[in-house]
């Protein structure tokens, strides 16, 4: 049996999960795809630490979501940054990311020239994790592109839905949120899409962090 074969035979398994994203774990966990058309991870090295597992429901949203952008914004690139271990639990130094439910994804940003570009990442700037937007959503040569944000946000809701479950909380800076909610997919966004009004414990201003509502089994 070839090892794509086995891949998808593992992915047959349906994920179970457990507890809270701050505390819990999970089954027959997914890897997400190292890249695909127009994505990438953030970190080969954390791709192949492990650090991208997900619930297989969580993945088959990801995935058809870049799928679909792909189609309709041809132009544009992604990031997705740290998901969790394959059986979950803690997943230092997150706080949450324990269930498989929990995805954070960098801002998709456009460079000097106006065009989709990836962030810098790399051990200098902890892939991305250390960099600091300004409050107009700006870092040296590179402009946070709210209206694609908001049209993937949008789009993993509807995919989420499509598949029975949602959107529990995105986390993204509160002093950047208004220019995320001052795009054409704003009203939809506020109306769905419930945001943290307060700072989390780390700015999210380089990436922006979702748990989706899953319902999972009592962890013990
Ligand atoms: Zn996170």
């Given at each position: 049996m070839c090892f794509n074969s086995?891949?998808?035979?593992a992915d047959l398994k349906q994920s179970i999960c457990y507890g809270h994203t701050h505390d819990g774990m999970i089954k027959n966990a997914s890897q997400l795809p190292k890249e695909g058309k127009n994505y990438?991870?953030?970190?080969s090295l954390a791709w192949y630490l492990g650090r991208t597992y997900v619930h297989n429901e969580v993945k088959k949203v990801i995935v058809d979501t870049f799928h679909q952008l792909a189609t309709e914004f041809p132009h544009h690139v992604f990031m997705y940054a740290e998901t969790g271990w394959a059986n979950g639990k803690q997943f230092k130094p997150h706080k949450t990311h324990q269930n498989g439910l929990s995805?954070?994804?960098m801002v998709p940003v456009k460079n000097s020239t106006g065009e989709s570009s990836l962030?810098?990442?790399?051990?200098?700037?902890?892939?991305?994790?250390?960099?600091?937007?300004?409050v107009n959503g700006q870092y040296d040569s590179y402009q946070i592109d709210?209206?694609?944000?908001?049209?993937?946000?949008?789009l993993l809701y509807e995919m989420s839905t499509a598949q029975g479950f949602s959107i529990k909380r995105v986390y993204f800076d509160p002093?950047?949120?208004p220019l995320l909610l001052n795009t054409t997919?704003?009203?939809?966004i506020e109306k769905n899409i419930k945001l943290n009004t307060h700072q989390a414990?780390?700015?999210?201003?380089?990436?922006?962090h979702i748990d989706f509502d899953i319902k999972c089994e009592n962890l013990r």
């Open positions: 086995l891949i998808a035979q990438t991870v953030f970190s995805v954070d994804f962030l810098p990442v790399g051990l200098n700037n902890k892939w991305g994790y250390d960099i600091e937007f300004n709210f209206e694609i944000m908001a049209e993937h946000l949008k002093s950047l949120q997919h704003g009203s939809f414990w780390v700015r999210h201003d380089e990436h922006y």
